[in-house]
């Protein structure tokens, strides 16, 4: 897939990349335990 | 299947790439059939589960057919109530504990998303006998009644919906690149919400619990406080993040899911909460409970006027909103609260309506510090309801005698 060249594309593609990482570590953390709500329906 | 396991990212990749290969042909819907298959025995408990769910789903398969020969348009209601009654027993509701019906209680069906199934199913029902749904095929009502999307949670679609997106074409939608960032920038986004906000907020929620209450369960007010906000913003995180993913994930499959949420702890009074969140849950509640519920009420006993039947209307709706969420007495109290909050509001407005003039009243509805005055009551009374999303009334109430012990 090649990098787009349009502005906001590759805006929205920075955002998802940081946002990606950020779940990564957070996920890498001690926030590994799962926790769902819809287990109650 | 955890949402946040390899398994499901695994499940939704090659559910995309079939989705893609069979786009357009007469294989997506049998293609999806296979997918939501997979899916609903990844979740089943036992082999009675899901014979019960076969028998159940197929009889109400038959049902909505029959409902729409004029002959069985009055079998409705005992239907319904059929329904509802094997609901109570199936969710294992403690309220048949106290009518003598706890022997129902005893068996071993336990079916994720049964709640949801039910309410789509109530609707398919309802809406066959009045002549709006026109066709019920075998492979669409598996695909609308299992469908992966929103099985275990997430908005509640219509029939006719569905049916419209299962034959739409999306195809120049999904082979857009701008289309595609943008659906895996919400699904990020949703797991960013349901994998990282909701988890440390239910650990700051972390007191609200039996087990990390201290003896007596004194918990100092701001503590109290803090925790109910954190667990309200768990709640919300949680469901609208999973709702997210589950919407990201049908649009990159050329499919459209109803929103859920917009914006509600923004919201101004429990009335405009209910319709920024859990949307769809709202439509549905007011489409075959509230207005049923309020055209029965006048036509029966008109002397109560049109804000009697809309507050008694509200309650009942909204108590049963709350009740739908849970099988223990907590869910009667959080229906209670959720009952009371909407009633009060609609006699709250119809208050305000008789005492001042109609500009005045304009006014008061422009100002904005009485909106966000509003805005912050409605999000306390919120969040002191939820507390009983996750909390028996055994565990709050000592709390809050306590604290008022601590302030008088």
């Known amino acids: ?41 | 299947m955890n949402p946040e396991s390899w398994k499901f990212v695994a499940f939704v990749l090659i559910f995309i790439e079939a989705n893609y290969l069979a786009y357009g042909s007469r294989f997506r819907g049998a293609v999806l059939a296979a997918f939501n298959t997979f899916f609903l025995l990844a979740f089943m408990e036992n082999a009675v589960s899901l014979a019960f769910l076969a028998c159940y789903s197929l009889l109400v398969y038959n049902l909505a057919n029959l409902l729409r020969r004029p002959a069985a348009k009055k079998s409705l209601f005992p239907v319904l109530l059929f329904a509802t009654l094997l609901f109570l027993v199936v969710k294992k509701y403690e309220v048949l504990s106290a009518l003598r019906l706890g022997a129902l209680l005893d068996h071993r069906i336990c079916i994720i998303g049964f709640s949801y199934i039910f309410f789509k199913h109530l609707h398919l029902l309802i809406d066959s006998r009045d002549g709006l749904i026109r066709e019920v095929t075998p492979l669409l009502f598996y695909n609308y009644t299992f469908g992966f999307y929103t099985l275990i949670a997430g908005p509640i679609q219509r029939y006719n919906s569905f049916a419209a997106e299962a034959v739409a074409d999306r195809t120049a939608e999904i082979y857009d690149r701008r289309f595609l960032l943008t659906q895996l920038d919400r699904i990020v986004t949703g797991y960013l919400k349901f994998s990282v906000l909701a988890k440390i907020l239910k650990m700051w929620a972390g007191p609200f619990t039996l087990a990390a209450l201290p003896p007596g369960g004194a918990l100092p007010l701001a503590k109290f406080v803090f925790a109910a906000y954190a667990l309200y913003l768990f709640v919300y995180f949680n469901f609208s993040g999973y709702c997210d993913i589950v919407i990201g994930v049908a649009n990159l499959s050329g499919v459209r899911l109803p929103e859920n949420f917009a914006g509600p702890l923004a919201a101004r009074n429990q009335l405009e909460f209910w319709s920024r969140w859990h949307i769809t849950l709202s439509q549905w509640l007011n489409d075959y409970i509230f207005n049923p519920l309020c055209k029965l009420i006048f036509s029966t006993t008109p002397g109560l006027g049109i804000l009697g039947a809309g507050m008694i209307g509200y309650f009942v709706t909204f108590f049963i909103a709350g009740m739908w969420h849970g099988n223990t007495y907590s869910f009667l109290v959080f229906g209670c609260l959720l009952g009371a909050g909407v009633a009060g509001v609609k006699l709250y407005e119809w208050l305000l309506k008789a005492l001042l003039t109609k500009d005045q009243f304009r006014r008061y509805r422009a100002n904005n510090i009485i909106r966000y005055a509003a805005t912050v009551l409605s999000f306390n009374y919120t969040a002191f309801a939820f507390i009983f999303f996750e909390n028996s009334p055994r565990t709050v109430l000592p709390v809050l005698k306590g604290i008022l012990r601590g302030l008088l």
């Open chain 1, 1 to 41: 897939m090649k990098l787009p060249r349009d502005k906001d594309e590759l805006r929205l593609l920075a955002w998802l990349a940081l946002k990606l990482f950020i779940l990564y570590i957070m996920l890498m953390s001690s926030l590994n335990k799962s926790v769902v709500i819809y287990q109650k329906f």
